[in-house]
């Protein structure tokens, strides 16, 4: 039997579904997509549906869709065209009713469009599976029909409803009393998913089940567990099954599907290897509700297919976190490059640059300038670690070197405060490197290094590196902080770098290195600074923000 | 995976042998999580680093932090083998400072020995 693919949930007639034709003839039947129109019908070969009897008109009808309503159009045909029984020229289509061409009862098409929005998916699948099916259709067949279907779905958060859905197709099929999903969490432990009677009620209680069966069945490597308490002789240990009088009990381990290599001629291992995700349980209590003979068809059909079901809906519901995380961070990074994007203010002894080239992932680097009474200062921060926490903490930081410097404190008592507020907090192991510098109208500099790059004095052409430095901030609580200075000419440059410049990797793993990076700062401006770096790294993507600042002193 | 780490024992010090890169993600946490297990049955632990070819930030501040705890804790942590990277990053963040740093896996052993006798 050929079933063909029933639904695109992302077609766009509105529904969110294509209507569907089931077409019946004879113990054969299809499911057939209306994903176009006009949809022709007749005996002729190039028809959509061809019907091969001498009744049916070459040409014999249209199924037209305007504006989401369907009709079917008789072209003529000798024999009629017949909805519900009735013979007509045009007629506009309702769900499930029933179309006749021609031939009556030995062939039809059972029109089944999804109307609205509020088709949930829930409401879609047990359409599916409760669809109008010719009587000869087995049960096995239905079940393959509603699975074919469910895993088409890739609706977001049908999780529930998909185990709901397996749930009240199982009871139907098995026709046992209660069923039951149960899915493993995080810490390997079994809990309960979901739960049904055969009345469609919820159920949310497990504790009138056999736990032992529900064990046996995860440790056993069968496919699936059939307890028929009627026959068995011990029951030790059974304690459910005695004291609820559970008759049969068919247990399914759900176990995550596996893609096995498949060597030659080799018989294909069965994927019982694989441990259960879960398990599908089904009891009855009375002798009327014999499930014991249910079809192993069925249970076999059961317990693969529902596994792979529920791995998909899950994979879709990862998705769908990591799409939400995703656009989190995308909102993270944009408050950073706010952050990144200073005002640089205007002196008239000194011209600043600043830019930030990013990686793709979050960085911890930020640069601020601030011009007080007491000269223009600079700040160059990179905070351990990437992410949102380096950023958060950068911003933090930011904040912090910001107030202090507005509020005129000295330099060393700025990072002195921040060591001892990062650390303090136990923030763990971030921690951030900083450099502050403030230049005055005179050409001093005051600056204090915290484990930063040593920045880069050029003058006349020549490149001193001063090695003065401190602890980085956030690292011992109890580190001390010093100041140096410094004495800029006109013309002179003081460059600070984060080390996103220096660790700037080519495809060969070399780093830019200080070296190449006090050779750009000697030959040119910022701009050649930055040329050089992405001339070094050829098509290698950054894997670190990389910051330069140029200051120039005037005079 | 880019960090490999050897632990053995010589003459009473656990010698930790990285090699590799010691980076921020999974490699840093390896680190950390190893030398916390080793600390909770040894005081003495000579981490040998000639073999890393590099350490970035966030290897360094878990560097740092295993550093501290162990010492809140009464055990100590020396630093052996730094190649010219690591002398660098050290010496740029002043922890040189901090860490007790030796020329070879057997110095830094044998000041475990001197100080106990």
Redesign the interface.
């Known amino acids: 039997m050929d079933f063909q693919t029933i639904v695109s949930p992302s077609s766009g007639t509105g529904s969110g579904v294509f209507p569907t034709l089931v077409f019946v003839q004879g113990n054969d039947q299809r499911i057939i997509n209306l994903d176009h129109s006009p949809f022709g019908v007749g005996r002729k070969v190039d028809k959509d549906l061809v019907i091969a009897d001498p009744r049916v008109s070459r040409d014999h009808a249209l199924i037209v869709s305007e504006n989401g309503v369907f009709s079917v159009i008789d072209q003529g045909s000798k024999h009629g065209t017949f909805v519900n029984g009735v013979r007509v020229e045009r007629k506009t289509l309702e769900r499930n009713d029933r179309l006749e061409f021609g031939v009556r009862e030995v062939a039809y098409v059972i029109f089944n469009p999804q109307h609205g929005t509020t088709n949930s998916a829930r409401e879609f699948l047990s359409q599916i599976s409760g669809m109008h099916i010719s009587d000869e259709t087995t049960d096995l067949e239905k079940l393959v029909l509603f699975l074919e279907a469910a895993r088409k779905l890739n609706t977001i958060g049908v999780l529930d409803e998909i185990l709901m859905t397996l749930l009240d197709v199982t009871l139907k099929l098995t026709r046992a009393e209660r069923a039951y999903v149960f899915m493993k969490n995080d810490q390997g432990e079994l809990r309960l998913a979901a739960g049904r009677n055969s009345k469609g009620e919820p159920l949310l209680d497990d504790k009138t089940i056999s736990h032992s069966i529900l064990d046996d069945a995860l440790k056993s490597n069968s496919e699936f567990v059939l307890t028929d308490t009627s026959r068995s002789v011990d029951l030790t240990g059974r304690k459910s099954i005695v004291a609820y009088d559970l008759r049969t009990v068919i247990c399914v381990p759900l176990r995550k599907p596996q893609v096995q290599a498949t060597r030659g001629a080799e018989v294909p291992v069965p994927a019982l290897a694989a441990e259960a995700m879960g398990a599908l349980y089904v009891d009855s209590r009375f002798a009327s509700r014999d499930i014991s003979g249910v079809s192993n068809d069925i249970l076999h059909a059961i317990a693969t297919e529902a596994a792979s079901l529920i791995e998909n809906a899950r994979l879709v519901q990862a998705e769908e976190a990591s799409r939400r995380y995703q656009q989190e961070l995308s909102i993270a990074a944009s408050i950073q490059q706010r952050l990144m994007a200073v005002t640089i203010p205007e002196v008239p002894f000194a011209k600043l640059q600043g830019r930030n080239l990013s990686c793709k992932e979050i960085g911890g680097d930020f640069f601020d300038a601030v011009n007080t009474e007491q000269g223009l200062t600079i700040v160059l921060a990179d905070v351990s670690g990437k992410g949102v926490s380096a950023a958060l903490l950068a911003s933090t930081l930011q904040g912090m070197i910001y107030s202090q410097l507005t509020a005129g404190m000295p330099l060393t008592d700025i990072v002195t405060a921040v060591n001892r507020f990062f650390t303090h907090k136990h923030i763990g192991e971030k921690y951030a490197t900083v450099i502050i510098a403030r230049i005055r109208d005179n050409g001093d500099v005051e600056y204090v290094n915290c484990g930063h790059i040593l920045p880069l004095v050029v003058s006349n052409g020549e490149v001193q590196r001063p090695a003065h430095g401190n602890l980085p901030v956030g690292l011992l609580p109890d580190a001390k902080y010093e100041s140096d200075h410094c004495q800029l000419k006109p013309g002179d440059r003081f460059i600070l770098v984060t080390d996103g410049v220096t660790e700037a990797e080519n495809a060969r793993g070399d780093f830019f290195e200080d070296s190449r990076l006090e050779l750009a700062a000697k030959a040119g401006t910022l701009d050649q600074i930055f040329t050089a770096i992405s001339d070094f790294c050829g098509g290698t993507p950054l894997n670190d923000d990389c910051t330069v600042v140029d200051l120039m002193y005037t005079g | 995976m880019s960090l490999k780490i050897d632990t053995r024992q010589a003459n009473g010090v656990t010698i930790v042998a990285c090699s590799g890169r010691i980076v ?1 993600g999974e490699e ?1 946490t390896m680190l ?1 999580d190893n030398l916390k297990r080793i600390l909770g049955s040894t005081r003495q632990i000579v981490l040998n680093l000639s073999d890393v070819s590099y350490i ?3 290897g ?3 560097l ?2 295993v550093y ?1 705890s162990a010492r809140a804790a009464g055990a100590d942590i020396k630093l052996a083998g730094l190649g010219q990277r690591l002398r660098d990053v050290l ?5 040189v ?2 860490f007790e740093v030796y020329d070879s896996e057997q110095e830094a052993i044998a000041t475990f020995h001197r100080g106990a006798a």
């Open positions: 921020f840093a950390r970035d930030s966030g360094l501040g878990t740092v932090g501290s010496q740029i963040t002043k922890l400072t901090v």
